[in-house]
């Protein structure tokens, strides 16, 4: 079965830090995704990617940015946390295409202070 | 734009009753449709593909190009059923991420 590991189940960290969530995948998957899960506004995509060292802008990057160095991890960074990035992170990982079907981590809840 | 719109924030119903989880989407080409569950305390998880026309957990979905529909329909609730449901669109042909609806979490009332 699909392993996505986050590392983190919770942080909590201050508004202006660089903050870095991190999401590994164990079955070779090329296809990495981070979303954000808002009560009320569903899952918004933030950054994807579909090879290392390859990333692609979602529906919301502003103030986010993503590493890809290897294939099996793809890693989420607030480059300087603020109060609104206060949310549910989800990293996601398929094989395609198509991506059909998506592999979720069980999320990393963020609270910036 | 492609867009998928759920406009049930919360659906209630009795155990034993029938259900309906609705969506609609907005897409000019030819659509794939899927429905997205994430259970409490799990992860968020693949229920079921237009395509497959299959049924899951007594579950089915029938794709309504005409009425650019997508519900999720299920004869007789369960207790176990209740979650959050997510539709989703395949936003475009080969390789592109899907877009994702607001979601509608379903309680089933024993």
């Known amino acids: 079965d699909v392993k996505v590991t986050q590392s983190s189940r919770y942080l909590v960290k201050r508004t202006g830090e660089k903050v870095f969530l991190e999401c590994v995948q164990d079955?070779?998957?090329?296809?990495m995704f981070w979303y954000r899960q808002d009560p009320g506004l569903g899952l918004r995509l933030i950054y994807f990617?579909?090879?290392?060292?390859?990333?692609e802008k979602g529906d919301i990057p502003e103030g986010y940015s993503v590493s890809r160095e290897k294939k099996e991890r793809f890693s989420l960074i607030l480059e300087s946390a603020s109060t609104n990035q206060t949310s549910m992170y989800l990293c996601?990982?398929?094989?395609?295409?198509?991506?059909?079907?998506?592999?979720f981590g069980s999320g990393t809840q963020l609270s910036v202070l | 734009a492609q867009r998928v719109t759920q406009p049930e924030k919360l659906l209630s119903v009795f155990k034993g009753a029938p259900v309906e989880l609705k969506c609609n989407y907005s897409?000019?080409?030819?659509?794939?449709l899927f429905w997205y569950v994430q259970y409490s305390r799990q992860r968020l998880q693949l229920l079921l593909r237009?395509?497959s026309r299959e049924s899951i957990k007594g579950f089915t979905a029938d794709l309504n190009k005409g009425e650019t529909s997508f519900h999720l329909k299920k004869p007789f609730a369960q207790e176990e059923d209740s979650a959050m449901y997510y539709c989703?669109?395949?936003?475009?042909?080969?390789?592109?991420?899907?877009?994702f609806g607001k979601g509608t979490r379903l309680s089933v009332i024993a």
């Open positions: 996601a990982s398929s094989t395609g295409p198509p991506n059909e079907k998506l592999f």
């Open positions: 079955m070779d998957h090329e296809n």
């Open positions: 990617s579909y090879d290392v060292k390859m990333k």
């Open positions: 897409y000019s080409g030819s659509p794939e």
């Open positions: 237009h395509i």
């Open positions: 989703a669109l395949n936003r475009g042909s080969g390789n592109t991420p899907l877009v």
